[in-house]
């Protein structure tokens, strides 16, 4: 059984890179379990994060900026969303269009970029300082 790859970046800035401990929707947990790339499991308390990346690699490229459009990507069903973190890093991403957006304290993005080296993306909401809606994804057309 694999280990997502993860990397926790704190409010404070700290990054903390690793695996994510328990497979497992960090949605309703107070504390995500990280085992770090030396195998010592640090607890992160979720108040305390920005986001939890699950990056393709750890070693990502600085330089790289993510595309933000598209003219043929896969469809994804969600809402295409713009998020600005209070330290003014921003993401575009698709979100699911569920009540969970509104009444959990965090979300998964997925982003946009499929070149990206984040796959996916544990937003905690306590960190935002926008949020937009920038439009709707349909994976099927309706039918006339």
């Given at each position: 059984m694999g280990r997502d790859k993860v990397i926790a970046r704190k409010l404070d800035g700290q990054i903390i890179k690793g695996y994510l401990e328990i497979a497992s929707d960090v949605t309703h947990a107070e504390d995500i379990s990280i085992s770090?790339?030396?195998?010592?499991?640090?607890?992160?308390p979720k108040r305390e994060m920005k986001a939890l990346f699950f990056p393709r690699?750890?070693?990502?490229?600085?330089?790289y900026s993510d595309v933000k459009f598209f003219q043929n990507q896969p469809r994804i069903e969600g809402l295409w969303v713009r998020i600005t973190f209070c330290d003014n890093e921003m993401i575009e991403g698709i979100v699911s269009n569920s009540r969970r957006l509104l009444l959990d304290d965090t979300f998964y993005l997925k982003p946009t970029d499929p070149n990206s080296n984040n796959q996916l993306v544990c937003v905690v909401k306590a960190s935002l300082k926008d949020f937009s809606v920038l439009g709707m994804r349909y994976s099927k057309l309706p039918q006339p």
């Open positions: 770090s790339l030396t195998e010592n499991v640090i607890e992160v690699k750890f070693s990502g490229e600085k330089e």
